[in-house]
């Protein structure tokens, strides 16, 4: 009796370990011990914008989280101040000149033997997604090498994503993919300019004959309204709303397009400019007082007709800062609902998570060409526009609240994740992983910006923390030193141009322009990129 009890028992214990061994083991043994990895750009955002690098600007308490269990690096720079060849020279570790890609509307050339880092993921089994929130990330352009999945859907006309509206596709994905080893790119761009917190009100109202068509936020959209003409003169009439300034005398508003685009045949109808208009010659914009009208006249018959515009409302300089703040505060909330995310699934105990920026800011803290405080980038390669954030986190790493100075680039990202993950470099890198040691990483860092979308070429070398910077039209050099000049307001070259430490940046500054504007080629951009372009501010 008792042995028939011992051998139930062991009966069920063999019974328990069968099971193990054929439905929980080839599970396990799937799954990569080194983890998933998430990696997080951040469009347009300035380190001293997010509070672990400086609490006076803006509070981003998900950012500083993620910084306070992982490492921050103080000292991360772009190579350019543009969107697509800095993502470039992220993924593929090598300088815009050498990829071809000088400007926004570019494609990144697909060559094999110069693959982008996500492919080493895809061959190791791992799924791939990208989830991108601006026009100019878009897979016509290259950046979609090695991706399973690369989300790039806009509407119609509208060339960007919120933050919240990635997240929406960026959840499903992580839930149907949890328990799959998997490298994933999400893109969040909410502060770029024109500056505009998702939660502002209409700035525009529209009247046609007296009767509301709608109110509207001129801000990154392109908008199609269809209008119900009357046979005979139609009044449209443009009134801006005072959400930002008390002022309202003070209110502009500048159009990129503003067209009707006949639904019908364009012969029978009239489009005239009234009062309140102000046109600039030279670029074809069209500046709004607070009021403006226009006449449409439909010369046969009533009919319908859509009336397209974009634009942005011109906003004092401390409410533009005041919005860019706001926007980068939006995005930290929205980061914080992915955080949410990745641990109600599980994932932060076994996932990377690398937060970088692609680049810089001016929030008016420059001169530009017309003599105005400059708002934006591309066009300079000072500090603020090329200093980015990074943050990464190692969930196997005891490391955490590390603060690191070392200076590093975005051409060091990908050699680091390859070096994280266990997985070998590949011999186009240009850049270092940031986990070896520093004597074994390169110094000096080429930075470049090109025309049409710079108004000048410019390029840089940085050897921390003298940052020297030639502009080839005007043949003028400029110097500073970021650790005693960290706004770059003393060029200090003349005095220091012939010491020992400047005179081989320069040699070496030389040698490399001389290089890459002799190589340089001229690459064209299709209609539907340039009109693209225009609707996200690049092309004036």
């Known amino acids: 009796m008792r042995e028939n009890k011992i051998d139930k028992i062991l009966g069920f214990c063999l019974f328990v370990l069968l099971f193990f061994m054929f439905f929980l083991l080839p599970g396990c043994k799937g799954r990569s011990k080194r983890g998933n990895y998430i990696l997080v750009t951040l469009d347009t955002q300035r380190a001293d914008h997010l509070s672990c690098y400086d609490p006076e600007n803006a509070q981003t308490p998900h950012f500083d989280f993620l910084a306070s269990e992982g490492i921050l690096y103080e000292n991360c720079f772009s190579v350019t101040p543009i969107t697509l060849p800095s993502h470039a020279s992220l993924f593929f570790s090598q300088p815009p000149h050498q990829l071809r890609v000088y400007n926004n ?36 352009f290259g950046l979609n090498e090695g991706f399973d999945l690369y989300d790039d859907q806009f509407s119609k006309g509208r060339w960007y994503l919120t933050a919240e509206e990635v997240n929406q596709k960026v959840f499903p994905w992580l839930e149907e993919n949890s328990r799959k080893d998997f490298f994933l790119w999400i893109h969040y761009s909410d502060p770029h300019e024109p500056y505009y917190p998702p939660d502002s009100p209409p700035d525009l109202r529209i009247i046609l004959n007296g009767q509301p068509v709608g109110e509207y936020n001129l801000n990154k959209t392109t908008y199609l309204v269809e209008l119900d003409l009357e046979k005979g003169k139609n009044k449209l009439e443009f009134e801006l709303e005072d959400n930002f300034i008390n002022n309202r005398s003070l209110l502009r508003a500048r159009f990129e397009s503003l067209t009707l685009a006949e639904l019908e045949d364009e012969k029978d109808i009239d489009f005239e400019f009234g009062e309140g208009w102000i046109f600039k010659k030279g670029n074809g914009a069209v500046f709004m007082e607070p009021e403006a009208a226009a006449d449409i006249t439909s010369l046969t018959e009533p009919k319908k007709a859509a009336f397209s515009f974009n634009g942005n409302i011109l906003l004092p300089f401390e409410v ?7 926007d980068v505060e939006y995005m930290d909330k929205q980061f914080g609902e992915l955080l949410n995310k990745l641990k109600k699934l599980g994932l932060m105990k076994n996932t990377h998570i690398l937060v970088v ?22 066009f300079f390669l000072y500090d603020i526009y090329m200093r980015v954030p990074l943050i990464i986190y190692n969930p196997f790493s005891k490391k955490k609240g590390i603060r690191i100075s070392e200076p590093v680039s975005l051409l060091d990202i990908a050699p680091t ?26 110094h000096f860092i080429f930075q470049e910006t090109y025309k049409p979308q710079a108004i000048r070429n410019k390029f840089a070398l940085l050897h921390y923390p003298f940052h020297l910077i030639y502009t080839p039209v005007s043949g003028k050099y400029e110097l500073y030193d970021l650790e005693s000049d960290p706004w770059e307001r003393n060029n200090v070259y003349d005095e220091k141009s012939e010491e020992d430490q400047i005179t081989p940046m320069k040699r070496i500054l030389d040698d490399t322009v001389r290089r890459v504007i002799r190589d340089k080629i001229e690459v064209q951009v299709d209609t539907d990129t340039e009109r693209m372009l225009k609707s996200l501010g690049y092309i004036k």
């Open 105 to 140: 509307g570019h494609v990144v050339k697909e060559k094999r033997n110069r693959p982008s880092f996500v492919n080493i993921f895809k061959k190791k089994g791992y799924s791939t997604a990208a989830f991108v929130s601006l026009g100019v990330l878009e897979s016509r």
């Open 320 to 326: 533009q800062r005041e919005n860019y703040r706001k």
């Open 357 to 378: 920026g692609d680049h810089g800011e001016s929030l008016g803290d420059f001169i530009n060409y017309d003599g105005e405080p400059h708002f934006g980038h591309i």
């Open 417 to 442: 994740i390859m070096d994280t993950m266990g997985f070998n470099g590949l011999p186009h890198f240009k850049g270092k992983s940031m986990n070896s040691p520093r004597e074994e990483r390169e």
